[in-house]
């Protein structure tokens, strides 16, 4: 019972350590940031990749973190955002539900590991059928 206590005990310190380490990477990642939005964000691509993408993108990975968070195009969605495997399959049927798309062919995706590689996936996903253009 002893054992079964400070293994407890032990997994539950490790746990607010990480999240304690989260907390301030994310704070040192934010005061690195200040003054970047949206604007510069959008800015990164060009005009041909539409808007509605770019801000749902966004909109989605900003509020992962906290709402109003900087992100970069060049963020890694495991390192930054701890989105991996199931993580990252629910972002993008989330992301394609929003914007009415449907994943393209199976196969034809390539590994998606920063925000930028996520917003160009998306863009390559064809529209719903009867979706408004």
């Known amino acids: ?34 003054g970047l939005g949206y604007e510069q964000f959008r800015g990164s691509f060009g005009p041909e990749v539409p808007e509605e993408v770019v801000a749902a993108v966004y909109e989605y990975t900003s509020d992962s973190l906290r709402p109003g968070f900087p992100i970069r195009v060049d963020d890694s969605l495991a390192d930054l955002l701890g989105v991996v ?24 995706e390539e590994p998606i590991d920063t925000v ?17 253009e």
């Open 85 to 108: 495997d199931e993580d990252l399959d629910d972002m993008i049927s989330e992301l394609l539900r929003r914007l009415d798309r449907v994943p393209g062919r199976p196969g034809d």
């Open 1 to 34: 019972m002893i054992e079964l206590l400070t293994v407890l005990l032990a997994a539950g310190i490790v746990s607010a350590a990480g999240t304690a380490y989260i907390r301030t990477r994310g704070r040192r990642y934010a005061a690195e940031r200040a």
């Open 116 to 132: 930028g590689e996520l917003v160009y996936f998306l863009v390559s996903a064809p529209r719903r059928r009867g979706a408004l």
